[in-house]
C-alpha cells in the first residue's frame, strides 16, 4: 500500500510537469513540503494521564468524575479528553481516562501541567465496589467521605482496624508524614492510643565506627488515636512524663505518658 502511494504520487508529479512549467512545479513541490513538514509539526498523540488526582461519584453514583494532571502551556496542549468505562469484573470498575496531546514535540510549548476532570457514565450506581483508573490508580468508597472516593495506598484498600501489633505499628509509621526507612519503637498503646518513637538516620552513610565518618539521628514522638481506618497521628512532643503533651492531648491516659523519657536529638 505505501508502495502504492509512492507511485502514485512521483506520477502525478511528472503529469504537472508536462502540463505546467518548471517554476510552477517548483512552487507546488516546495507547498507540498511546507504542508508536510507542519503536519508533523502539529501531531497529536494519544496519551494518559501524568498522574490521577482524586475521583467522586455524581449522579446518585451513577457517574465518577476522575480529576487528572495533564500538559499545559501557551498553545493547544490537549484536546478530546474522555472517560470511558471498560469494564465491570469480581467488584471492581475498570476505566479509562485518555485525551490527544502534541507535548510530546518540543516545540508545542506544552511544558506545564494544569488539572482537569473526566466523567464517566456507569452503567449502574457504584455502591461499595473500588474503581481502578487505567490500570494503575485503585480508589474505594470504604473509609471516605462521600462523594469522594479513598485512594487505595501501601495498606491496600480494606481498612486496618488499629491494634497493639508489629503490622499496626508499621500501618501507623507508613500514615506519618517522615522519611523513608524510619524505625519505631513502642512506648505504650491500649484500644484508643498508640505512642511511638520514631528515628531516622540523617547525614552520611557510615560504616566501621572507626573510619572517621559521622552521622547523626533525628527522633520524634509521635501520638496516635484509633480511627476505623488504622492508627492516625494527632500530635507530637517529646517532653518528659505527662505534662507536655497533656497540654496538647488533655484526653491521654497518664498511664501511657507517666514514665516517657525526654526525647532528644542524638
Known amino acids: 500500500m505505501w508502495q ?25 513541490a516546495e507547498t507540498a513540503e511546507e504542508a508536510t513538514g507542519g503536519a508533523t509539526a502539529t501531531a497529536w498523540t494519544l496519551a494518559a494521564p501524568i498522574r490521577i488526582d482524586g475521583v467522586r461519584t ?41 485525551y490527544e496531546t502534541r507535548s510530546l514535540d518540543r516545540d508545542s510549548g506544552c511544558t506545564g501541567t494544569q ?8 452503567d449502574e450506581p ?36 488499629p491494634r497493639c501489633t508489629s503490622s499496626s505499628y508499621q500501618q501507623a509509621v507508613n500514615d506519618t508524614d517522615i522519611p523513608q526507612h524510619t524505625s519505631w519503637e513502642e ?41 476505623a481506618s488504622g492508627w492516625r497521628p494527632v500530635a507530637t512532643n517529646s517532653d518528659e512524663g505527662c505534662v507536655g503533651i497533656h497540654r496538647i492531648l488533655p484526653e491521654l491516659p497518664a498511664r501511657l505518658c507517666a514514665s516517657l523519657p525526654r526525647l532528644d536529638r542524638r
Open 4 to 28: 502504492r502511494g509512492i507511485r502514485t504520487v512521483v506520477l502525478g508529479a511528472a503529469l504537472v510537469a508536462l502540463v505546467g512549467c518548471g517554476s510552477e512545479t517548483a512552487e507546488t
Open 58 to 98: 455524581a449522579d446518585g453514583g451513577r457517574s465518577l468524575v476522575v480529576g487528572a494532571e495533564v500538559p499545559d502551556g501557551a498553545g493547544d496542549c490537549v484536546r478530546g479528553l474522555r472517560g470511558e468505562l471498560d469494564t465491570v469484573e469480581r467488584g471492581v470498575v475498570y476505566v479509562r481516562v485518555t
Open 115 to 122: 488539572r482537569v476532570e473526566a466523567t464517566v457514565k456507569l
Open 126 to 161: 457504584l455502591g461499595s465496589r473500588r474503581v481502578m483508573v487505567n490500570s494503575r490508580d485503585v480508589y474505594t468508597p470504604a473509609g471516605a467521605t462521600p462523594p469522594a472516593l479513598r485512594q487505595c495506598g501501601e495498606n491496600g484498600c480494606d481498612p486496618t482496624p
Open 187 to 227: 512506648r505504650g498503646c491500649d484500644d484508643t492510643w498508640l505512642v511511638l518513637d520514631l528515628s531516622s538516620r540523617m547525614g552520611p552513610v557510615c560504616g566501621d565506627a572507626g573510619d572517621g565518618c559521622s552521622s547523626s539521628g533525628v527522633s520524634q514522638r509521635w501520638f496516635y488515636r484509633a480511627e
